[in-house]
Nanobody
C-alpha cells in the first residue's frame, strides 16, 4: 500500500521560507503527475502546485512567483519550496497525484504537514 509522508512544515514569520518534502513508499511516484495541496481551517482543500511526469509545472494564482515545485524520481520525492510566505499560506499541506484531471487515481492521503505563518 502506498504511503505518502509530508514533512518540513513549521512556524515561520511572514516573509520567510519553508521547504516541504513528500516521500512515497510502496509505489513509485515516477508514474504520476504530482501536486501539493493545502487546506486552511474552514476551507476546502485546494491545489497550489503541480508537476507533470515530464516536469511541466503549474501554480495557483495565489502562490505563483513565490512557490516552486520539483521532483526527484530517483529518491521518490516531491518538494515544495515556499518563499515570501504570508498569513494566507497558513494551512495543512499535502501531496498527492493530480488526480483524474491528468488521468491518475488519487493515492491515500497522508497526514500532511502544518505550515503556520505569523504576521
Amino acid at each position: 500500500q502506498v504511503q505518502l509522508v509530508e514533512s518540513g512544515g513549521g512556524l515561520v514569520q511572514a516573509g520567510g521560507s519553508l521547504r516541504l518534502s513528500c516521500v512515497a513508499s510502496g509505489r513509485t511516484l515516477r508514474a504520476y503527475a504530482m501536486g501539493w495541496y493545502r487546506q486552511a481551517p474552514g476551507k476546502e482543500r485546494e491545489l497550489v502546485a503541480g508537476i507533470t511526469r515530464g516536469g511541466r509545472r503549474t501554480f495557483s494564482d495565489s502562490v505563483k512567483g513565490r512557490f516552486s515545485i520539483s521532483r526527484d524520481n530517483a529518491q521518490n520525492t516531491v518538494t515544495l519550496q515556499m518563499d515570501s510566505l504570508n498569513a494566507d499560506d497558513t494551512a495543512i499541506y499535502y501531496c498527492n497525484t493530480l488526480g483524474p484531471r491528468l488521468g491518475d487515481p488519487y493515492l491515500s492521503w497522508g497526514q500532511g504537514t502544518q505550515v503556520t505563518v505569523s504576521s
